[in-house]
């Protein structure tokens, strides 16, 4: 029991591993962060996959000189007490406004999906009130529910990807030419949205670290974590384009949506769109 986290119960490194695929996959798998260059998306992504690794690296290399302490803790220890209690505000605003914006998208996606009557306010109402209950319940149910929804959530790319194979719709002649403007509009996309987001919100879990039963692992969960969310966001990526073409996925605000909106293999399956909906909505939960 660590008493500087407000008796919060250990967490097993599997656990952790399983928030933080959930929490890359987020809502990263259903926004659109940038209208060109779609065709090479997929490219972007796996060398911001790589990179990650590499940003997650250095920040548990930081929180193994401070076994047992959280971020907003070693930073006063390192930059001093007044240059670090400025980083550790900074740090809770920087996700307040993840938080907020994240709020706001997926606001507007359920409208947009499934309650275009419904008041946005209401809403988000309904999904502050479920985050506050489970957390209010504690870190280790958040963590346990975690673990049920994986199952729903691999499920659900499993049926959705088969679907689209069996329903002819997936074009993999899209995705050429391979970078035809050079590598360096990739590597601008890298840079300026896939490795800020998801990969360098990953800061997140250095506050978490004294929760984990064996810190001493939550580099190779990182890595783990980082490896299986990035390979889902590469299939995305690709099943965006080959299944709409690099134009409409571009005027797209939710291509993932757009793609599975026109798989119909017959009269018994139709719109399974909506169940992609539930779990992008799980991934921005967590």
């Not at 740090?91 to 419904?118: A, C, G, H, W």
């Not at 009130?129 to 958040?142: A, K, N, Q, S, T």
């Not at 194979?165 to 970078?179: A, K, Y």
């Not at 590597?187 to 001493?216: A, D, N, Q, W």
Request: net charge neutral.
């Amino acid at each position: 029991m660590n008493h500087g986290l407000g008796h919060v119960r250990l967490v097993s490194t599997g656990q952790m591993l399983i928030l933080m695929f959930h929490f890359l996959l987020g809502n990263a798998v259903i926004i659109n962060l940038d209208n060109e260059y779609e065709r090479d998306t997929w490219i972007a992504q796996l060398i911001a996959m790589g990179v990650g690794i590499v940003l997650f690296r250095m920040y548990t290399y930081t929180a193994e000189m401070f076994p047992g302490q959280t971020l907003t803790t070693y930073a006063r220890k390192l930059l001093g007490n007044t240059s670090g209690t400025a980083v550790g505000i900074l740090y809770i605003l920087f996700f307040l406004y993840l938080t907020s914006r994240n709020l706001r998208d997926e606001t507007e996606l359920v409208r947009v999906s499934i309650l275009e009557k419904t008041p946005s306010m209401v809403v988000a109402f309904l999904m502050v009130i479920c985050v506050i209950y489970v957390l209010w319940l504690g870190f280790e149910v958040l963590a346990r529910t975690g673990q049920i929804f994986l199952s729903v959530v691999l499920l659900v790319i499993f049926w959705g990807t088969t679907l689209l194979i069996l329903s002819g719709s997936i074009h993999l002649e899209e995705l050429r030419p391979v970078m035809s403007q050079g590598f360096k509009p990739v590597l601008s996309s890298v840079i300026r949205e896939r490795l800020p987001f998801p990969y360098g919100e990953m800061i997140c879990f250095m506050m978490f670290i004294p929760c984990v039963h064996k810190p001493s692992q939550m580099t190779r969960a990182g890595y783990v974590g980082i490896i299986a969310a990035g390979i889902v966001l590469v299939e995305v990526a690709i099943l965006n384009v080959t299944v709409l073409g690099t134009d409409i996925t571009e005027r797209s605000i939710f291509p993932l949506l757009s793609t599975f909106a026109n798989v119909q293999l017959s009269e018994y399956v139709q719109r399974p769109d909506v169940i992609i909906l539930m779990s992008v909505l799980i991934g921005d939960f967590f």
